[in-house]
């Protein structure tokens, strides 16, 4: 006589809930400014207060003026290496490595696809819009000619301390820096707290309204976003930096063409 065999009730799946981000939303929102904001001001405070009490050395030294791409510099290379610092030290005290910021691997095809899918866009959207300013009569703001008799992207490239210093600061610096922040650490803690949508809306509004510039605003929030989404699907920071670095490439470079033209 065989045994009787009882099968014994399954237990419901529960969903395992995803880990908790590198940082708290607080903790995220707060580097972000620390590191965008805080430093730059504290770097320029000093140059202020000069410029308030008249000293001569800040004008002979031409800290505001020849020299104030070498300035930029140092003040992006300053919060790079905090950056860097902070979330090191982070990792370190949870034992957690780099990846969890977003920096593995990732298949080149789908960041090729999402890349390249952006550019298609972008041109689109620009080729649109000149047609619409053509059609209008509408001057873009970076080909306007201001009372010094210099287009904005001139004084751009001038201020920043010529082509070779703007590129160090906008190629390479700023997509490394702002990816590592706005998708790296801030998207993760946001999605975490209010969900993936909400985590990719807000980041990417944070990021356009970092940038100050109320026309470059209207180009960098949705960039915002579709990094964001980017970066959910690849899982990877990388494509985000090479789309990041790419486009500022070429909006740098048109400007040059600008100045030299």
């Known amino acids: 006589m065989q045994p009787q065999v009882t099968n014994s009730p399954q237990l419901p799946l529960v969903p395992i809930p995803p880990p908790p981000p590198l940082y708290t939303m607080k903790a995220a929102v707060f580097l972000v400014l620390l590191v965008i904001f805080l430093i730059p001001l504290v770097s320029f405070l000093p140059l202020l207060a000069g410029m308030l009490l008249g000293w001569d050395f800040i004008e002979d030294a031409g800290v505001l003026e020849e020299n104030f791409g070498s300035f930029m510099l140092l003040t992006q290379s300053v919060g790079l290496l905090i950056t860097i610092s902070l979330v090191h030290?982070?990792?370190?005290?949870?034992?957690?490595?780099?990846?969890?910021?977003?920096?593995?691997?990732?298949?080149?095809?789908?960041?090729?696809?999402?890349?390249?899918?952006?550019?298609?866009?972008?041109?689109?959207?620009?080729?649109?819009?000149?047609?619409?300013?053509?059609?209008?009569?509408?001057?873009?703001?970076?080909?306007s000619i201001n009372a010094s008799g210099k287009t904005q992207t001139v004084e751009l490239i001038e201020s920043m301390g010529g082509f070779w210093a703007t590129f160090v600061l906008t190629v390479i610096f700023a997509p490394i820096i702002e990816e590592i922040l706005f998708r790296g650490i801030l998207f993760p803690a946001i999605k975490y707290r209010y969900g993936i949508i909400a985590g990719?809306?807000?980041?990417?509004?944070?990021?356009?309204?970092?940038?100050?510039?109320p026309l470059q605003i209207l180009v960098i929030i949705p960039m915002g976003i579709y990094l964001a989404i980017m970066y959910q699907r690849t899982k990877s920071i990388y494509p985000g930096i090479i789309l990041h670095a790419t486009w500022n490439l070429m909006v740098l470079l048109i400007a040059q063409a600008a100045v030299t033209g």
């Open 89 to 143: 030290n982070r990792l370190k005290k949870l034992n957690l490595p780099w990846s969890a910021i977003g920096l593995k691997k990732f298949r080149l095809s789908q960041a090729v696809r999402y890349i390249g899918g952006f550019y298609l866009v972008m041109v689109g959207l620009a080729l649109i819009a000149g047609l619409i300013a053509a059609t209008f009569g509408i001057e873009p703001p970076s080909a």
């Open 200 to 213: 990719i809306l807000v980041s990417g509004v944070l990021f356009g309204l970092a940038h100050l510039n």
